[in-house]
């Protein structure tokens, strides 16, 4: 596939710290807020929106498992 770029790849896109449970949460709410307010019509927008989702979706899921490995 020529040009293909993935949306998100964890080994290359990982957080380079895992933050604290509390802090992931409060960091993953403040930008569903931010990019809830995207423009649905612009394209642009919408690829920011869906790479700042996943990879603050990553970074919170990263925190669950350290916070369950405690």
Same mark, same amino acid.
């Given at each position: 596939?020529?040009?293909?770029?993935?949306?998100?790849?964890?080994?290359? /896109?990982?957080?380079?710290?895992?933050r /604290?449970?509390a802090?992931? *949460?409060?960091?993953?709410r403040?930008?569903?807020?931010?990019?809830?307010?995207?423009?649905?019509? /612009?394209?642009?927008?919408?690829? *920011?929106?869906?790479?700042?989702l996943?990879?603050?979706?990553?970074?919170?899921?990263?925190?669950l498992d350290? /916070? *369950?490995? *405690?």
């Amino acid at each position: 596939m020529s040009g293909y770029t993935p949306l998100f790849e964890p080994e290359k /896109d990982g957080p380079v710290y895992v933050r /604290d449970l509390a802090s992931a *949460r409060e960091r993953a709410r403040a930008v569903l807020a931010e990019k809830g307010q995207a423009n649905l019509h /612009d394209q642009d927008e919408m690829i *920011r929106a869906a790479y700042g989702l996943a990879h603050v979706l990553a970074g919170l899921l990263d925190a669950l498992d350290a /916070d *369950r490995a *405690r």
